[in-house]
């Protein structure tokens, strides 16, 4: 097998070559891949390869290479519409009828002389791991090593999405209480706020559920929570009713928890994830996403509420920045990277925001135009849902019947702008298949050392403040 320099230098010529070919795809594919064999220092035949093989129930595939992958080949003219050719290409692989091995083949590689898309469709079903032009082929010829027999495709390239360093310590599950005893009701809270001795607003907070980003009309949390975040015991003994409250409800069940560390904290949650939003640690408002539902449902909150373990918090209070969470685009990715319990999306914040390839670099204008997109369409959202008294499940359910058809223009600009964020046509701004296949290999890119600072806006300038979600009455 030839050295890495080799296969480069190799490559380079067979680009020079290949780089203007116009012609059919059949009069031309089987030269093309046994040159493109050679550049790896492989015969095509002695590696067993078989060109225009029958072993798929779909039909002839262009190359088998057994065990390893199938090569399918569309002529030049197809190079801007590969997507078009995917799914047959890929139904070669679902419809595998081995006859010669008992193998499926583990990669599809579909290729128009001029472009290729690297599939490992049995792990990574929904983009290719690789997705390139033929000029970049002599520096990304580690994905194509797949041919000398090696399973490693690209350093910098797996089968999942890689995290971004600068997402993180900006998304979080709301921490678990894991006890009915830290929730109160409306008179508990009054009782406390009202009392003069101690700000008992330190620790009784209004408190976030799933179900009320879903179902309240304003999307406000409609109970309340004793809250000491991580204060010692002898800090939490300065608000004295809060205390006798968790000594009364919670410590008893605490107290026979296997869990030494759960025991011993009697008086804080039993599930507090590190990253916490507190009212002294966020300025203004943050975003809450309902952790669980068949959409991504979003809303600011107020900086004095605790979200609920149903709910992910996002550190970021501008309007950019929600408009881009609430847009199909983050839509796309969160079902491209999240579980699901039945027909619901649950929302992971590891696999999903950390992996978010957010766009970078965006203009002042671009950013603009998405952030005054996003307060429209929540403006509107507001208007609908406090003159009908009803939630966002409900709006949205009436969305989809066809209602309120100004509010999905609204979205419709919001995606669009988000699209043009990134420099995609409008077209695709809802199309869930192509801007997952786009977001995955921005993602890859980003992870090869793509320049990415998404979040540069935030240290240089501030939006205008807006009025924060508020709270529950008391």
Request: charged share 25%; glycine share 4%.
């Amino acid at each position: 097998m030839r050295s890495h320099e080799e296969v480069q230098a190799a490559l380079v010529s067979f680009v020079a070559r290949w780089q203007t070919y116009a012609g059919t795809e059949r009069s031309e594919a089987e030269t093309y891949l046994n040159e493109l064999f050679e550049c790896y220092g492989l015969s095509r035949e002695d590696s067993y390869a078989v060109f225009e093989d029958a072993h798929s129930s779909t039909g002839i595939v262009d190359l088998h290479l057994p065990a390893r992958l199938i090569f399918e080949m569309k002529a030049p003219e197809e190079t801007t519409r590969l997507a078009q050719h995917r799914k047959d290409a890929l139904d070669h692989w679902h419809n595998w009828t081995s006859v010669t091995t008992r193998h499926r083949p583990q990669f599809v590689v579909l290729c128009s002389f001029h472009h290729f898309e690297i599939w490992l469709p049995g792990q990574h079903p929904k983009a290719p791991l690789a997705d390139f032009p033929l000029a970049e082929l002599p520096d990304r010829y580690k994905s194509l090593w797949v041919l000398p027999g090696s399973s490693f495709i690209d350093q910098s390239t797996s089968d999942k999405a890689r995290r971004m360093t600068l997402n993180e310590g900006k998304c979080q599950q709301g921490p678990n209480p894991m006890s009915k005893g830290f929730i109160l009701t409306t008179e508990e809270a009054r009782s406390l706020l009202n009392r003069t001795d101690v700000p008992y607003r330190h620790v009784v907070r209004p408190y976030l559920m799933g179900d009320d980003i879903a179902s309240d009309p304003a999307q406000r949390p409609r109970r309340w929570i004793i809250d000491f975040g991580r204060r010692p015991l002898e800090e939490a003994m300065k608000y004295p009713a809060a205390l006798e409250i968790l000594r009364n409800r919670v410590k008893p069940i605490r107290d026979n928890d296997r869990r030494k560390d759960v025991r011993e904290r009697w008086w804080q949650f039993g599930k507090d994830p590190g990253l916490r939003v507190h009212w002294y640690l966020v300025p203004r408002r943050y975003i809450a996403l309902r952790l669980q539902d068949k959409r991504l449902l979003t809303t600011w909150c107020g900086p004095w509420t605790c979200p609920s373990n149903q709910v992910v918090t996002i550190k970021l209070d501008d309007d950019y920045s929600m408009g881009i969470l609430s847009s199909f685009t983050h839509s796309a990715w969160a079902w491209f990277q999240s579980s699901t319990v039945k027909d619901a999306l649950r929302y992971a914040p590891n696999s999903t925001f950390l992996t978010f390839p957010w766009p970078s670099p965006v203009t002042d204008d671009q950013r603009a135009r998405v952030a005054e997109a996003s307060r429209r369409v929540i403006a509107r959202q507001q208007d609908i849902c406090a003159e009908q008294q009803f939630g966002l499940t409900r709006l949205y359910d009436l969305v989809d019947e066809g209602t309120y058809a100004d509010l999905k223009k609204l979205h419709g600009e919001l995606d669009e702008a988000v699209a043009a964020c990134y420099g995609w046509p409008k077209a695709i701004a809802q199309d869930k298949d192509e801007l997952g296949r786009r977001l995955f290999a921005l993602n890859v890119e980003i992870a090869r050392g793509k320049s990415y600072d998404p979040f540069a806006f935030t240290r240089r300038d501030a939006e205008a403040f807006a009025e924060p979600l508020g709270s529950p009455a008391v």
